[in-house]
């Protein structure tokens, strides 16, 4: 059964910081692309940041370049996502998932393949 467990969300001031953590179990991690996507309440899920399995590239959505890092244990079947210099419309669930695609990092999010549950950011102003 593939499992995916995100941590790490909660209430933040603007500016402030925040990693979240996503453990994953099920599968054969290191062939699996993760990825974060997060969604505002009325909004469509969009995605934020994503990495390979194997040679850890990155991809960054605008709004996250230059102020999200994503990276991976593949030794502990972790992905992270920190988010510094947070602003309130940063405030969303946050998922991750992931993606046995041959074709690099892709950011439609009908595209992965399995899902966490989510985790809560609020960023107050």
Same mark, same amino acid.
């Given at each position: 059964?593939?499992? /995916?467990?995100?941590?790490?969300?909660?209430?933040?001031?603007?500016?402030? =910081?925040?990693?979240? #953590?996503?453990?994953?179990?099920?599968? &054969?991690? =290191?062939?699996?692309?993760?990825?974060?996507?997060?969604?505002?309440?009325?909004?469509?899920?969009?995605? @934020?940041?994503?990495? =390979?399995?194997? &040679?850890?590239?990155?991809?960054?959505? %605008? =709004?996250?370049?230059?102020?999200? $890092?994503?990276?991976? %244990?593949?030794?502990?079947?972790?992905?992270?996502?920190?988010?510094? #210099?947070?602003?309130?419309? &940063?405030?969303?669930?946050?998922?991750?998932?992931? %993606?046995?695609? @041959?074709?690099? $990092?892709?950011? /439609?999010?009908?595209?992965? %393949?399995?899902?966490?549950?989510?985790?809560?950011? $609020?960023?107050? #102003?």
């Amino acid at each position: 059964q593939v499992q /995916l467990v995100e941590s790490g969300g909660g209430r933040v001031q603007a500016g402030g =910081s925040l990693e979240l #953590s996503c453990v994953v179990s099920g599968l &054969d991690f =290191s062939r699996y692309a993760m990825g974060w996507f997060r969604q505002a309440q009325g909004k469509e899920r969009e995605f @934020v940041a994503g990495i =390979s399995g194997s &040679d850890y590239r990155t991809t960054y959505a %605008d =709004s996250a370049q230059g102020r999200f $890092i994503i990276s991976r %244990d593949n030794s502990k079947n972790t992905v992270h996502l920190q988010m510094n #210099s947070l602003k309130p419309e &940063d405030t969303a669930f946050y998922y991750c998932a992931a %993606d046995l695609g @041959v074709m690099g $990092i892709r950011t /439609l999010s009908r595209m992965y %393949d399995y899902w966490g549950h989510g985790t809560q950011v $609020i960023v107050s #102003s």
